[in-house]
């Protein structure tokens, strides 16, 4: 069955870096897109963007442009998100979800996050 | 980018009941509307995409309808596990956005 796994909690200081990976199994890896969504205590939902398995091609929300990069290893069926200059905001439970195509009509589909990864705790704190 | 915006923002009922949401967008989206469930401190899951169509394993109390900017989610005969936060999201264009969620209480 299809499954991501993320990685485990971090905390991280003001202004360091964190890598997150989600690793997926029970499908094709290159098949479906990626997409990574927080959520920070007691809040909503923020999208911060999506990367094609197959392609490496990415596309990042305006708000993070910049301070993330989304990346891949085929090899081990693994996507990972990076978030850079740290700050306290971006503490947050962040997740990988799978986007698939779900009704396609004149070229064009709509889609829809059918898995996703269990979530990641970031705690930015000096 | 695409305001989505739920009503109510929480709501409370019995078991039994029929609950609705609404979710509005800011531009037509035609139908390119998911609803999501979360329960807590767990990951949102699908409910119901493409505006409609049920996700699958997803009980047939749910269901969704809309077209354009105004959706609506219908939960008839409540349960229990039914307690949760709702969010709708777009995907017609990017960034795919989420509303703001709506929080279900069952009473």
């Known amino acids: 069955q299809v499954q991501l796994v993320q990685s485990g909690s971090e905390v991280k200081k003001p202004g360091a870096s964190v890598k997150v990976s989600c690793e997926a199994s029970g499908y094709t890896f290159t098949s479906h897109d990626f997409h990574w969504v927080r959520q920070a205590a007691g809040q909503g939902l923020e999208w911060l963007g999506w990367?094609?398995?197959?392609?490496?091609?990415?596309g990042y929300a305006q708000k993070f442009q910049g301070r993330v990069t989304m990346t891949r290893d085929t090899s081990i069926s693994t996507a990972y998100m990076e978030l850079s200059s740290l700050r306290s905001e971006d503490t947050a439970v962040y997740y990988c979800?799978?986007?698939?195509?779900?009704?396609?009509?004149?070229?064009?589909?709509?889609?829809?996050?059918?898995?996703w990864g269990q979530g990641t705790l970031v705690t930015v704190s000096s | 980018d695409i305001q989505m915006t739920q009503s109510p923002s929480s709501l409370s009922a019995s078991v039994g009941d029929r609950v609705t949401i609404t979710c509005r967008a800011s531009?037509?989206?035609?139908?390119?509307l998911n609803w999501f469930q979360q329960k807590p401190g767990q990951a949102p899951q699908l409910l119901i995409y493409?505006?409609?169509s049920l996700h699958a394993g997803v009980p047939s109390r749910f269901s969704g309808s809309g077209s354009g900017t105004s959706f609506t989610l219908t939960i008839r005969s409540l349960q229990p596990e039914d307690s949760a936060t709702y969010y709708c999201q777009q995907n017609f264009n990017s960034p795919p956005v989420f509303g703001q969620g709506t929080r279900l209480e069952i009473k």
């Open positions: 979800a799978r986007e698939v195509p779900k009704y396609c009509s004149g070229g064009r589909c709509s889609r829809a996050y059918d898995y």
């Open positions: 531009q037509n989206v035609r139908n390119h």
């Open positions: 990367m094609n398995p197959n392609s490496g091609n990415t």
């Open positions: 493409t505006t409609s």
